[in-house]
């Protein structure tokens, strides 16, 4: 009971020092919340990178196709042997008669066109669509394929895919770094504003010390300051992030540039973002806050 009526007091105790200290605790908070702006939106588009890259990898699709001699049996004993590979996801049949008719019903030249043409005649492949588990073993996979004697071609997007997730990872360390660069240059920023606040109170401090308040006595009420100026400061970026990323998501329709650049939906994605802030905010205001009133409580 009594640890928690002492928590209470340096709660209140902290509150009424923000507000004495207005001017300075407002720099403190202006610079919380700038940088976290900052570091929110760094994080927004390094979660946004990563969906990117993690649907190419889910949508990319290995096309093998069989030539016109293949049975049935044979198509279906090859998709066997395929499947059991460790990297092969899933693997569907598409039949030169199924692709016939999708080719028809996408386009009105084709349907005018593919018509007249006898079942018998069909010259298209029947063939296979792959998924695999590991984009980056993709070409092992291929090369496995094209070992089959009934395999007349294997298409995945050679090159272009590699290179579409080689920058997709590049932007996502690039982004990765930028945050941890920006937590560090807040946490810089953060303690040499409040060691201002705390230079300003060192006669607070001593007289503390000269009454006999231990060194923890002291440092908890400036620690909770901290956390409240974090807390405080956490407010507008997270407000940003929220109604910013919503309005942004919303302006796309929830993709950018093309369908295959998807946009994480807002929920629960902004909570969890708004959580990080707030967590940093609150982290860095008490460490910064601890950090610096350490100076002088050394004897």
Same mark, same amino acid.
């Given at each position: 009971?009594?640890?928690f009526?002492?928590?209470?007091?340096?709660?209140?105790?902290?509150?009424?020092?923000? @507000?004495?200290?207005?001017?300075?605790?407002?720099?403190?908070? &202006?610079?919380?919340?700038?940088?976290?702006?900052? /570091?929110?939106? &760094? $994080?927004?588009?390094?979660?946004n990178?990563?969906?990117?890259?993690?649907?190419?990898?889910?949508?990319? *699709?290995i096309?093998?196709f069989?030539? #016109?001699?293949t *049975?049935?049996e044979?198509?279906i004993?090859i998709?066997?042997?395929?499947?059991?590979?460790?990297?092969?996801?899933?693997?569907?049949?598409?039949?030169?008669?199924?692709?016939?008719?999708?080719?028809?019903?996408?386009?009105?030249?084709?349907?005018?066109?593919?018509?007249?043409?006898?079942?018998?005649?069909?010259? $298209?492949?029947?063939?296979?669509?792959?998924?695999?588990?590991?984009?980056? #073993?993709?070409?092992?996979?291929?090369?496995?394929?094209?070992?089959?004697?009934?395999?007349?071609?294997?298409?995945?997007?050679?090159?272009?895919v590699?290179? $579409?997730?080689?920058?997709?990872k590049? /932007?996502? #360390?690039?982004?990765?770094?930028?945050?941890?660069?920006?937590?560090?240059?807040?946490?810089?920023?953060?303690?040499?504003? %409040?060691?201002l606040?705390?230079?300003?109170?060192?006669?607070e401090? &001593?007289?503390?010390?000269?009454? @006999?308040?231990?060194?923890?006595?002291?440092?908890?009420?400036?620690?909770?300051?901290?956390?409240?100026?974090?807390?405080?400061?956490?407010?507008?970026?997270?407000?940003?992030? %929220?109604?910013?990323? %919503?309005v942004?998501?919303?302006?796309?329709?929830? #993709?950018?540039f093309?369908?295959?650049?998807?946009?994480?939906?807002?929920?629960?994605?902004?909570?969890?973002?708004?959580?990080?802030?707030?967590?940093?905010?609150?982290? /860095?205001?008490?460490?910064?806050?601890?950090?610096?009133?350490?100076?002088?409580?050394?004897?």
């Amino acid at each position: 009971m009594k640890l928690f009526r002492m928590f209470g007091r340096n709660v209140r105790d902290a509150f009424k020092s923000v @507000g004495r200290n207005f001017s300075l605790s407002i720099a403190s908070i &202006s610079c919380i919340s700038i940088t976290l702006i900052v /570091v929110g939106l &760094s $994080l927004l588009i390094s979660y946004n990178v990563n969906n990117f890259t993690e649907t190419i990898k889910k949508d990319v *699709t290995i096309v093998v196709f069989l030539n #016109q001699e293949t *049975t049935s049996e044979e198509l279906i004993s090859i998709k066997d042997e395929i499947a059991m590979f460790d990297n092969v996801a899933t693997i569907d049949i598409k039949t030169k008669d199924e692709a016939k008719k999708e080719m028809m019903a996408e386009s009105e030249v084709f349907d005018a066109t593919m018509s007249t043409w006898p079942e018998s005649d069909n010259p $298209l492949r029947d063939s296979y669509l792959i998924k695999v588990h590991d984009i980056e #073993q993709i070409n092992d996979t291929v090369d496995k394929i094209k070992n089959f004697e009934k395999v007349e071609v294997v298409d995945y997007g050679e090159g272009m895919v590699e290179k $579409l997730v080689d920058a997709f990872k590049l /932007v996502q #360390q690039i982004t990765i770094i930028i945050v941890v660069i920006l937590i560090v240059v807040t946490i810089f920023l953060i303690i040499n504003t %409040i060691k201002l606040t705390i230079f300003s109170r060192k006669r607070e401090i &001593s007289i503390m010390r000269l009454v @006999g308040a231990s060194n923890l006595t002291i440092k908890i009420p400036f620690v909770i300051e901290g956390m409240l100026i974090g807390m405080i400061g956490s407010i507008i970026p997270i407000v940003v992030a %929220i109604y910013g990323y %919503i309005v942004f998501y919303d302006r796309f329709e929830g #993709q950018l540039f093309s369908p295959l650049i998807k946009l994480v939906s807002p929920e629960p994605f902004i909570y969890i973002v708004s959580g990080i802030i707030l967590l940093i905010g609150i982290v /860095v205001g008490m460490f910064g806050s601890g950090r610096a009133v350490r100076k002088y409580l050394k004897v």
